[in-house]
């Protein structure tokens, strides 16, 4: 993946943190405190569903815990807290992206909003709202409460914000997962977590009602998210800026088969069969390797919000 050296870039949407957290972050729309589609539901989806359903025969002790895959998270791997970082002075263009890991999320963030600001109306006429990838070490404050690194990626319906551990991708990712990893494998993950804002503003998650099995809505509603990822996939390198340049010049199969690697790594039969050396379907929450990969490339290949309605069909 290349970013184009001449996009704009617009830092204000990725805050980076250090591990002593603070107040929450800031966000899209607060809701006075209650989360998205009313009552507890929705922090049930971002606390339990990502956290406590994931738990395949607990941490084992020692400081451990279980990430937002399921897979066990060693916190001594994790690397100390920094302190928070003004990223405005130094991301500002796709050439700064090509050269700063954190530009490059900067970038990332930056076309998969641009993306879905045109597509939401267009698709589903609905508005989008524009939100904040928060990026952290250790842990974190969010509008959904306290969170560390083991918890991993997620969004958080409350304050509509993205919340991504600075580790997660080589240490757990790459390290304890074992994907092939990369720039668009990280691409992936990020535009994974901003499907789940749009399931949030097309009120898709008020649709939760069963949380684990290979058909639960739970599995349902990350396989759109794969979905969605997929969609921005297929137009990644013709969505521009404010001044008309595309921010992604180029994207490779290999840059599209690390990203697909990403998906199957992250399957609740990869990680069941590495955790516990068995899988069990009726416990799943995400959905299998093969499950990730295809509804992946249903949302590449169709490019619709129709195509990607993981609720509508019989079996996923």
């Known amino acids: ?58 941490s084992g002790g020692g400081g451990g815990g279980t990430s937002a895959t399921g897979f066990p998270f060693d916190l001594n791997q994790v690397s100390g807290s920094d302190a928070g970082v003004d990223l405005s002075g130094q991301c500002q263009t796709g050439e700064d992206a090509n050269n700063n890991p954190d530009c490059a999320m900067v970038a990332t963030v930056n076309t ?5 600001e045109q597509a939401l109306p267009d698709q589903a006429g609905t ?29 958080c319906p409350v304050d509509d914000s993205i919340y991504l551990d600075l580790t997660f991708f080589d240490v757990m990712l790459e390290g304890q997962l074992g994907a092939e ?25 008020n649709q939760m009602q069963t949380r684990q099995g290979e058909q639960s809505d739970a599995v349902r509603l990350e396989l759109q998210a794969d979905c969605y990822a997929g969609m921005w996939t297929k137009y990644a390198t013709t969505v521009e800026d404010a001044d008309g340049n595309v921010f992604i010049e180029e994207l490779t199969d290999e840059d599209i088969n690390n990203a697909i690697d990403a998906a ?18 009726e416990t799943w929450t995400h959905g299998s390797a093969e499950m990730r990969k295809r509804w992946f490339l249903v949302g590449m290949e169709e490019g619709s919000m129709e195509a990607c309605d993981t609720f509508a069909v019989d079996r996923v």
């Not at 998969?112 to 879905?116: K, V």
């Not at 928060?134 to 306290?146: E, K, M, P, R």
């Not at 990893?181 to 789940?196: D, I, T």
């Not at 992250?266 to 068995?278: A, E, F, N, Y």
């Open 1 to 58: 993946m290349r970013f184009n050296p001449k996009a704009r870039l617009d830092p204000s949407q990725v805050t980076r943190r250090g591990g002593s957290g603070g107040s929450g972050m800031p966000g899209g729309r607060r809701r006075g405190g209650k989360v998205a589609g009313g009552g507890i539901g929705g922090l049930l989806l971002v606390l339990l569903f990502y956290i406590v359903t994931q738990v395949l025969g607990g």
């Open 112 to 116: 998969i909003q641009a993306f879905w």
């Open 127 to 155: 508005s989008y709202e524009m939100t904040v990838t928060n990026l952290f070490t250790d842990q974190v404050q969010t509008g959904c409460g306290g969170a560390t690194s083991q918890v991993g990626p997620f969004y």
């Open 181 to 205: 990893g990369g720039p668009f494998a990280q691409a992936y993950v990020v535009a994974h977590e901003y499907g789940h804002h749009i399931q949030d503003l097309t009120g898709t998650m």
């Open 264 to 281: 199957e790594t992250v399957g609740d039969d990869r990680i069941q069969s590495k955790t516990q050396g068995q899988v069990n379907p």
